[in-house]
């Protein structure tokens, strides 16, 4: 069933979405089949989340509230999952 | 300065002889793109990224630190996204060559991380470049040069787009890579180009004329004036060969003893059509249609299937056409449909295991046969059938297929459904398929037999058709006889005049051969 969810995170990395987390990120997303967008604030402009080239246009910096939505079948795990992914700072998440 | 004559030793996969220039592929040469068809360009573009995404996962997994990890990993990112990769696709479109139209995709890319505030975004822009260098290399090292006609090709390999898209008259083919029953050695066997295999390209720098001897397995680079006339010889006792068989041609195939034997021909389209008398031939045995897919940025429509398979069942007037589903995988890759990196693709998702992943491509042709099959003998025939599931799961999109048409007011017919014969699961256990036909495809059939593959030129003795493959055989053309349902034979075995002898022996009385082949294979029948 289609799902619609929300979510927002402080970016705590010191440069904001380089190179790195942005891969983290967008690798992240790609896991969900939902459609999921992140902007700068509840009424965006909106960047497709699982776009690397996008999401490091968005030269988000240290810092910003990144604010995801996300539209599908497994959105509300999508949104969980990527706003736990900043909350840890990028770090991989171990898996037992 | 003319060189020294050179003979060297190849496997002869396509007979015949040719002598012209020698002519080498890919590799060495780093020449500037000419620009060829947006399909060409297209496909240019996307080898080189798929090269240069296998680079990036070898370099990834060599790398020792997580700096270097990461860097590697962005890069693949980066060509994994369309955001990337669409603009050249797009440029493509517009006409340009594939080099040009990476440059321009990436330039812009580039020039929004040059003049970005942030040193850290201003310091990515090496990223890109490193990527665009990349690509660029792979698309130099693959440039596509024109093949001059009557030219000896020397190349590691060949995609079989390329050798269709080539004027073979007078001309031959040496790869150094590449088996017997591959792709481009079926095609120069059908075209009648003669093909050499597992030659070292290495030997033949200096070298500027060849003689390719596809009889006897030669290759002679320079040949002095002796070899020359030796081999114009040769070839017009060749000829006179030719001659004599061409006598069989306008038969009908009959053995020694009168009994008739049924000889079809195996086509990739219409176009291998062109110079043929349907007069010669008791049918079209074999179309491979995954030619239609093949080269193309996307898969041929309804309307278009409809018009290739009437045109060739109004070449065949009345005679059986025997039309395969989409055969692709393996080594016939389609970009879209096919999944690339898969790691054993003869043992993967490929032909009828594809079509039915994909049931609205194959719903599409099957379609297109229904409304074809009106008041045309034409038969459906299913490539790679392992379970009797299958075909089942194939008939009842073909009986939907004509359900729907008829519905929608289009005549349709319910053509008959038959079987390749291929997977040893399934002929070992040919009873069980509730097939119209079988045609034994007797190239993949010896591969899984033997498990040696048929691109392995060092191989070439473990895929000859052996005790188990004839008993197999044997077998299939029993419970073929039994229950009254035509068995036949459709690789390249039957155009093999050595092995006719011993298919007729297993009870095989219909053969579906290579164009080129047809009097030839008449000829030995008669001798049976």
Known sequence: MTQNAKGAVRVLHEVGLH????????QL????????????SEEGPWTDVKSIVKVMKSKTPKDAVLHFRAEGTDAQAAVSALIALVERDFETESRT | MTAEMVRLRGTPVAPGLAFGPLVRLGGTMHVARAHTSRDDERDALVAALAAAQDDLARILAAATNTDEQGIVAFQIALLEDEELTNPAHAAIQAGETADTAWRLAMHAQIEDYTSSDSEYFRARAADLRDLYERVSGHLAGKVVEDIPRGAIVVADDLAPSRFLATDWSDGGLVLHR??????????????????????EAAALDGHSQALLDAHNGLLILDPDAKT????????????LQQIADARYLEREARTRAGERVRVLINVAGPDDLEMLDSSHVDGIGLVRTEFLFHGRDHLP??????????RLVEWAEGKPVTIRTLDAGGDKPIPGLTREHESNPFLGVRGVRLSLRHPQVLSVQLRALARAAVGANLKVMIPMV??????????????????????????AASPPLGMMVEVPAAALAVEEFDAAFYSVGSNDLIQYLSAASRDEPQLTSLTLPGTAFLRVIRAICAHGNREGREVSLCGD??????YIPALL????????????????????????
Request: glycine share 4%; net charge positive; charged share 30%.
């Open chain 1, 19 to 26: 190179a790195r987390p942005s891969v983290k990120l967008t």
């Open chain 1, 29 to 40: 997303a790609k896991s969900f089949s939902s459609k999921i967008e992140f902007g700068p």
């Open chain 2, 178 to 199: 590449s088996g017997a029953t591959s792709h481009v050695a079926i095609l120069a066997r059908a075209r009648g180009v003669p093909m050499l295999i597992g030659v």
């Open chain 2, 228 to 239: 020359r006339a030796a081999f114009d010889t040769q070839r017009k006792a060749h000829a």
């Open chain 2, 301 to 310: 429509d309804e309307e278009e299937q409809y018009r290739v398979y009437r």
């Open chain 2, 386 to 411: 392992t379970l009797p599931e299958e075909l089942e799961r194939c008939r009842e999109l073909l009986a939907r297929a004509v359900a729907d048409l008829m519905a929608e007011g289009k005549s």
């Open chain 2, 493 to 498: 075995l039957a155009s093999d005049s050595r």
């Open chain 2, 505 to 528: 022996e297993c009870g095989l009385r219909t053969l579906s051969v290579a164009p080129a082949a047809l009097a030839a294979v008449k000829a030995t029948i008669a001798k049976c």
